[in-house]
């Protein structure tokens, strides 16, 4: 999907959420709009209001109990996704909505028809805890007094126990983000997550974003295993099936 533009994205997210309305919240899993409109909105690094004004500027075009833009002529290059997508079902728009924010989604989705798992109610808790709570970090993060003049090297690829390392000359930072749906919850570091705040100490920053049901906010902790925040250590056992042949 690379050929869509950010405002390609916001404009067919505004659609979607405007012609399927509550079955696009229950299908992505959000639990109200507030809510989609900031996780999808950080996810593709749109502004904040935009994926709202886009549905609004739509819903006149379908039934529901808002008004939107009623008096506003829709503008030519929204005119154009409405006449190039509005017909499409709910499955088929559900699909593309979730290859916009799910990072190699067609893989996922081979998998998920494989699994025969249903990935759906997933994609809401993902991106709060995952790609929508990142992004408002890299928008963000120069809010961090001691992130000035830093610059940001995005690490999530490399499975190293942190999202972004911030560098400045021979200084450094390593930032792990995390993501709340509420104003408050719990959250959890894996295992290399923990060792590598362990080593690293004050040079190992967690940042939480949380409240994305209404507006999101953050906070920071600098040595979070030092810090006024309670670790508690939980097990689990994962059984794993394999099947050996001998050539």
């Given at each position: 999907?690379?050929?869509?533009?950010?405002?390609?994205?916001?404009?067919?997210?505004?659609?979607?959420?405007?012609?399927?309305?509550?079955?696009?919240?229950?299908?992505?899993?959000?639990?109200?709009?507030?809510?989609?409109?900031?996780?999808?909105?950080?996810?593709?690094?749109?502004?904040?209001?935009?994926?709202?004004?886009?549905?609004?500027?739509?819903?006149?075009?379908?039934?529901?109990?808002?008004?939107?833009?009623?008096?506003?002529?829709?503008?030519?290059?929204?005119?154009?996704?409405?006449?190039?997508?509005?017909?499409?079902?709910?499955?088929?728009?559900?699909?593309?909505?979730?290859?916009?924010?799910?990072?190699?989604?067609?893989?996922?989705?081979?998998?998920?028809?494989?699994?025969?798992?249903?990935?759906?109610?997933?994609?809401?808790?993902?991106?709060?805890?995952?790609?929508?709570?990142?992004?408002?970090?890299?928008?963000?993060?120069?809010?961090?007094?001691?992130?000035?003049?830093?610059?940001?090297?995005?690490?999530?690829?490399?499975?190293?126990?942190?999202?972004?390392?911030?560098?400045?000359?021979?200084?450094?930072?390593?930032?792990?983000?995390?993501?709340?749906?509420n104003a408050t919850g719990s959250i959890a570091l894996t295992e290399r997550e923990f060792l590598i705040a362990q080593n690293q100490k004050e040079k190992y920053c967690l940042f939480v974003v949380s409240n994305f049901i209404k507006k999101p906010t953050h906070q920071?902790?600098?040595?979070?295993?030092?810090?006024?925040?309670?670790?508690?250590?939980?097990?689990?056992?994962?059984?794993?099936?394999?099947?050996?042949?001998?050539?």
């Open positions: 999907m690379n050929d869509f533009t950010t405002r390609d994205k916001a404009i067919l997210i505004g659609l979607y959420l405007s012609k399927f309305d509550e079955k696009a919240l229950q299908h992505l899993g959000f639990d109200g709009f507030n809510q989609a409109f900031n996780a999808l909105g950080y996810s593709i690094g749109a502004k904040l209001a935009s994926i709202k004004n886009y549905r609004d500027e739509f819903d006149p075009y379908f039934p529901n109990q808002r008004k939107g833009w009623h008096k506003r002529i829709l503008r030519d290059y929204c005119k154009f996704f409405l006449d190039s997508f509005g017909n499409w079902d709910l499955k088929n728009f559900t699909d593309l909505v979730e290859s916009f924010v799910i990072k190699d989604y067609a893989i996922e989705k081979l998998v998920a028809e494989i699994e025969k798992k249903d990935y759906t109610q997933q994609v809401a808790k993902r991106l709060i805890t995952g790609e929508a709570a990142e992004e408002y970090f890299k928008i963000n993060y120069l809010n961090v007094i001691e992130f000035f003049d830093y610059s940001l090297t995005d690490t999530r690829k490399n499975a190293c126990g942190f999202d972004f390392k911030m560098s400045f000359n021979e200084n450094y930072y390593c930032v792990e983000v995390k993501g709340l749906n920071y902790f600098f040595n979070p295993l030092e810090s006024r925040l309670t670790f508690k250590k939980i097990e689990k056992k994962i059984v794993q099936t394999t099947y050996n042949i001998s050539i």
